[in-house]
């Protein structure tokens, strides 16, 4: 039976991989129209920061503690009470979000620009970009309900065991956040006495927009429609409330971090000591590109792990529960470990042939491919994480993950700290710093999981481990090598890097599974049925 339920996990996260490498490649394009559009500067940093503000309060009440608390509870109505009931408590859930959520978007944008300078208030040093972030980030606040909605929605098809439409479903917002952004600051903006980034700004609503009607066909095929209904007092609600209470207060941790690391970003400083224009652009663009391995890989197994772990922990079948999130946890090192070598050794032919061009200059590949390579060496702690904290919520334990992202405060403000003011390594030093908290965070709760469930056979993912890291470093190596001789022959033209990456790639792939087929990686046997 728990072989049973880990190969169904093993097959949504190869449905959830493949519509997430679709919803990357969409915010890859999105991403190139804007480096290319508006370069690694003024416009660019203030944009980034007003979609940052309501994307941070995103991830503490929606996607990330929201997702962690509705899932288990909505999967342990589902298949103890019923659906009639679990439709009601979506409804409630949904009625709930419109209201609380509805009114934090209205505070945010009257006290927009309060949290701006909470976030850069250095902004105000450079004429224009201080304002210019204050007017996107109120444009962009309402954002936040939308994407709220669509994560709720996600969470319910999940639990119906449908994970391609809501996977798909940032595609749709990147898609449409592009095509109506472009319209608007090309033609609307313009006409209002308005910088054409403003448009994107609406671009980002419209999107969000869509990120939640794509959803609802299928809810309704479901059985799944809604209808306002408001009961404080329902048991569901409250023990989601109580589960959501840890949990923002971790994502709350983890959102002091990034606006530290912003803050930080914001005040760089060139050698003459004036405020820099860039560093924020190159976090984010370097940040992007992690997130495709992330996406594809961390946050599909997670997805597809969460649902199953909830319906072993309802039926208390720890054996079951512990053996599924084990091998969760080895396939995730199987796909992150190689990705992040190859994001280090390739980073700046790849950041290059892609962003490069129009306002994006060399200058500005090379920085975010210093800061890729950085981010890469948290990636495989950043995804586990993404599967294991969910997991305590399923053993409705939300205390732990909220304890490590507290203590993770300290750390990322000395590591931060350190990096940037010591060490003097900039915009790259806090890439870092995030992955030092990542590693932290994947130790400390794989050690408490560990204690909590009696063991999670933590001699076969160090072994696992082990394996995978020895056949990542011939194959990063080898790439390097291949890296070295191609730029050393063509030179540094696009098409010299495009035909780096056209050979480099392949040619380490094959070096990476012959190394782990002959090192006798167990984990190797999964990833045909991601393909199923």
Not at 364 to 391: E, H
Not at 466 to 487: D, E, N, T
Request: net charge positive; with cysteine.
């Amino acid at each position: 039976m728990a072989e049973q339920s880990h190969h169904s996990v093993v097959r949504a996260a190869g449905v959830v991989s493949a519509a997430v490498m679709l919803s990357r490649v969409t915010g890859l394009i999105r991403e190139i129209a804007f480096a290319r559009l508006f370069g690694a500067g003024l416009a660019n940093d203030a944009f980034i920061i007003g979609f940052r503000i309501p994307n941070l309060a995103r991830d503490l009440f929606a996607e990330g503690a929201l997702s962690s608390a509705f899932v288990p509870t909505f999967t342990s109505y589902l298949a103890t009470k019923g659906k009639q009931e679990a439709a009601h408590l979506s409804n409630l859930v949904a009625t709930a979000l419109i209201v609380v959520v509805g009114a934090l978007c209205a505070a945010g944008m009257i006290w927009t620009p309060q949290l701006v300078s909470l976030f850069a208030g250095s902004f105000a040093a450079v004429p224009g970009k201080f304002e210019l972030a204050v007017t996107l980030t109120r444009v962009m606040f309402p954002f936040l309900l939308l994407v709220a909605l669509a994560a709720q929605a996600m969470g319910v098809l999940n639990a119906n065991n449908r994970f391609g439409m809501p996977a798909l479903a940032s595609s749709f917002f990147n898609l449409g956040s592009l095509a109506f952004g472009l319209a608007a600051g090309q033609w609307i903006a313009p006409r209002f006495g308005m910088h054409p980034i403003v448009g994107m700004g609406y671009g980002v609503v419209f999107g969000g927009a869509l990120q939640l009607l794509c959803q609802v066909p299928e809810l309704l095929q479901c059985g799944f429609g809604f209808r306002p209904s408001i009961d404080w007092s329902h048991p569901g609600l409250r023990h989601i409330f109580a589960l959501m209470a840890p949990a923002v207060i971790g994502a709350a941790a983890v959102q002091v971090n990034v606006a530290v690391n912003t803050a930080f970003a914001a005040g760089i400083t060139d050698a003459a000591g004036h405020v820099m224009n860039g560093p924020v652009t190159w976090l984010n663009a370097a940040f992007r590109f992690m997130q495709l391995p992330l996406g594809l890989f961390g946050v599909a197994i997670a997805s597809a792990t969460l649902p199953s772990i909830s319906r072993s922990a309802a039926a208390s079948n720890i054996e079951e529960f512990r053996g599924t999130l084990s091998r969760s946890l080895g396939l995730v090192f199987l796909l992150t470990i190689p990705s992040s070598i190859g994001l280090a050794v390739l980073g700046e032919p790849l950041i290059a042939a892609i962003y490069q061009g129009g306002k994006f200059a060399l200058s500005d590949a090379r920085q975010t491919a210093f800061a890729l390579a950085c981010y890469a060496v948290g990636l495989a702690g950043y995804a586990a994480v993404k599967v294991l904290a969910p997991a305590f919520y399923a053993l409705n334990n939300a205390r732990i993950p909220m304890v490590v992202s507290l203590v993770s405060i300290a750390i990322n403000y000395v590591a931060a700290s350190t990096m940037v003011r010591v060490a003097g390594l900039g915009h790259a030093g806090l890439a870092l710093s995030t992955s030092i908290v990542a590693i932290f965070n994947f130790l400390a709760l794989l050690w408490m999981m560990r204690a909590r469930i009696g063991g999670i056979r933590g001699r076969v993912l160090l072994t696992s481990f082990i394996k995978v890291s020895a056949a990542s470093l011939l194959m990063g190596a080898v790439c390097f090598a291949s890296s070295h001789l191609i730029r050393g022959s063509l030179g540094l033209g696009r098409w010299a890097r495009l035909a780096d990456l056209g050979l480099s790639i392949p040619l380490g792939l094959a070096v990476f599974y012959a190394a782990a087929r002959a090192l006798g990686v167990a984990e190797l046997e999964m990833v045909p049925r991601l393909r199923r």
